[in-house]
Antibody
Framework: EVQLVQSGGGLVQPGGSLRLSCAAS????????MSWVRQAPGKGLEWVSI???????YYADSVKGRFTISRDNSKNTLYLQMNSLRVEDTAVYYC???????????WGQGTLVTVSS | DFVMTQSPDSLAVSLGERATINCKSS????????????LTWYQQKPGQPPKLLIY???TRESGVPDRFSGSGSGTDFTLTISSLQAEDVAVYYC?????????FGQGTKLEIK
């Protein structure tokens, strides 16, 4: 059974850093396209970043230069390193796996990141 | 970037009636190489992650009830729930995966009338 278990959220001050983790089971992270998607309180879904099976990465303009997506193949885990956090980065962050169709077939449970002083 | 626009923003439908949600892309998501539309639909209930309903614009994900159907091509798409059930109350999102960045519609909130 495919599972994505997230950890690492919490409260951080503006300008601070946080690292989110997404531990996968039932499939291999490195052979899939993996993404981060966020949802601000009461708002819609916003795509954040993707890492391809090739290792290539892409970011939304809103996080480019501040966030870094990566993976640890030995731990079968996806990460999102978030630096220079802003109040507007407050959201529930989801990791997600793209299936063969390209749609997000599996999602983590979500983790809340609150950026506030 | 591809901009996805859904309509309406919210919708109230009686139980057993049809619900229709529209999604328009600012550019075509139809691939000429394989004649597939890179458009998907998700359902999200409060406190839960989104759930995949439809991919390739009209292919139902395994386990999704057949009252859910998707249609459209190019830039205009529709999600139809043929006979609304109480458990269908949720927010529905379309998303294109034709290109990166992936982009979502703003969501349509579906309620019972």
């Amino acid at each position: 059974e495919v599972q994505l278990v997230q950890s690492g959220g919490g409260l951080v001050q503006p300008g601070g850093s946080l690292r989110l983790s997404c531990a996968a089971s039932g499939f291999t992270v490195s052979t899939n396209y993996m993404s981060w998607v966020r949802q601000a309180p009461g708002k819609g879904l916003e795509w954040v970043s993707i890492i391809y099976n090739s290792g290539g990465t892409y970011y939304a303009d809103s996080v480019k230069g501040r966030f870094t997506i990566s993976r640890d193949n030995s731990k079968n885990t996806l990460y999102l390193q978030m630096n220079s956090l802003r109040v507007e980065d407050t959201a529930v962050y989801y990791c997600a796996r793209e299936g063969a169709s390209g749609s997000y077939v599996n999602w983590g449970q979500g983790t809340l990141v609150t950026v506030s002083s | 970037d591809f901009v996805m626009t859904q309509s309406p923003d919210s919708l109230a439908v009686s139980l057993g009636e049809r619900a229709t949600i529209n999604c328009k892309s600012s550019q075509s998501v139809l691939s000429r190489s394989n004649n597939k539309n890179y458009l998907t639909w998700y359902q999200q209930k409060p406190g839960q992650p989104p759930k995949l309903l439809i991919y390739w614009a009209s292919t139902r994900e395994s386990g999704v009830p057949d009252r859910f159907s998707g249609s459209g091509s190019g830039t205009d798409f529709t999600l139809t729930i043929s006979s609304l059930q109480a458990e269908d109350v949720a927010v529905y999102y379309c998303q294109q995966y034709y290109t990166t960045p992936r982009t979502f519609g703003q969501g349509t909130k579906l309620e019972i009338k």
